[in-house]
T-cell receptor, first 111, second 113 residues
């Protein structure tokens, strides 16, 4: 089955720690996106990539970093510079004009 | 002012009711309009999509776009408890992955038996 897989489902981060969220797709999509979802605020764009080895900042990129070394993979690192990282993180890949396919999300909590 | 405004609800209706969900937007360049359904602790899934103005119907769901008023709607007929979810509107100027999608805040819907 084609799809997009995010892992882990739940992640706990200590103060000052960097953590990496995984996003893998086997849909052969070129474009991939990372969104952050907070209650009452909808989805906010962190980073996106339209092609391998290229990515662009979204609206709330500060404190985050990404890489796109392979078409299938678009990992997101939440760095210690992100002061309020507790949120639900969603990865999406895009094929076709309406073809945003989302993963099942990673819930990150600071402990 | 946000580019896309959506009442977060919550909206509570009895089973069988007609539900109307709405979004307004400010960017007249938006041409692709989508509705996503998101169950608790899950990723959003595409429910309906339309291009430019007009209506689109799929089973119990109807999506409407009024570009002159910058207003989109999703109607759910004969609502079921399984429709209980958060509904997100989304829109973009161009289709595909080359133009980012702008989302509303989402409306939480509860359909009670």
């Amino acid at each position: 089955d084609g799809g997009i897989t995010q892992s882990p489902k739940y992640l706990f981060r200590k103060e000052g720690q960097n953590v990496t969220l995984s996003c893998e797709q086997n849909l052969n999509h070129d474009a991939m996106y990372w969104y952050r979802q907070d209650p009452g605020q909808g989805l906010r764009l962190i980073y996106y990539s339209q092609i391998v080895n290229d990515f662009q900042k979204g609206d709330i990129a500060e404190g985050y970093s990404v890489s796109r070394e392979k078409k299938e993979s678009f990992p997101l690192t939440v760095t210690s510079a992100q002061k309020n990282p507790t949120a639900f993180y969603l990865c999406a890949s895009v094929g076709g004009p309406y073809g945003y396919t989302f993963g099942s999300g990673t819930r990150l909590t600071v402990v | 002012q946000k580019e896309v405004e959506q009442d977060p609800g919550p909206l509570s209706v009895p089973e069988g009711a007609i539900v109307s969900l709405n979004c307004t937007y400010s960017n007249s360049a938006f041409q692709y309009f989508m509705w996503y359904r998101q169950y608790s602790r899950k990723g959003p899934e595409l429910l309906m999509y339309t291009y430019s103005s007009g209506n689109k119907e799929d089973g119990r769901f109807t999506a409407q776009v009024d570009k002159s008023s910058k207003y989109i709607s999703l109607f759910i007929r004969d609502s079921q408890p399984s429709d209980s979810a958060t509904y997100l509107c989304a829109m973009s100027e161009r289709g595909g992955g080359y133009n980012k999608l702008i989302f509303g805040a989402g409306t939480r819907l509860a359909v009670h038996p």
